[in-house]
Nanobody, 127 residues
Framework: QVQLVESGGGSVQAEGALRLSCAAS????????LGWFRQAPGKEREGVAV???????TYADSVKGRFTISEDNAKNTLYLQMNSLTPEDTAIYYC?????????????????????WGQGTQVTVSS
């Protein structure tokens, strides 16, 4: 049974940083992609960053150069390091996974492609 549990959200001032974690279980990292998504109030959920079993990463244009997705397979944990945060980054952040051997490219930032979701963690950035 796939389980994803996010943590690390909170409130931070603009230009600050946060690191989100996602504890994952119930699947083999070698055959699954992992991703971070977010949903701001009144907006649709959008892809932020994904990583595939080969370690290839893809980022939304809005976070390139500021966010870094990584994983620790030994700990079965996915991370999202977020630097230089702005109020526009305020959202609920979700961890997700899908069965695939590759997820390289902006196509895989599409929400409907992902099968399993965590419950989300709130990130609030104040100016």
């Amino acid at each position: 049974q796939v389980q994803l549990v996010e943590s690390g959200g909170g409130s931070v001032q603009a230009e600050g940083a946060l690191r989100l974690s996602c504890a994952a279980s119930g699947f083999n990292y070698d055959y699954y992609c992992l991703g971070w998504f977010r949903q701001a109030p009144g907006k649709e959920r959008e892809g932020v960053a994904v990583i595939d079993p080969h370690g290839s990463t893809t980022y939304a244009d809005s976070v390139k150069g500021r966010f870094t997705i990584s994983e620790d397979n030994a700990k079965n944990t996915l991370y999202l390091q977020m630097n230089s945060l702005t109020p526009e980054d305020t959202a609920i952040y979700y961890c997700a996974t899908r069965s695939a051997l590759t997820c390289a490219g902006s196509y895989y930032l599409s929400v409907p492609l992902w099968n399993y979701w965590g419950q989300g963690t709130q990130v609030t950035v104040s100016s």
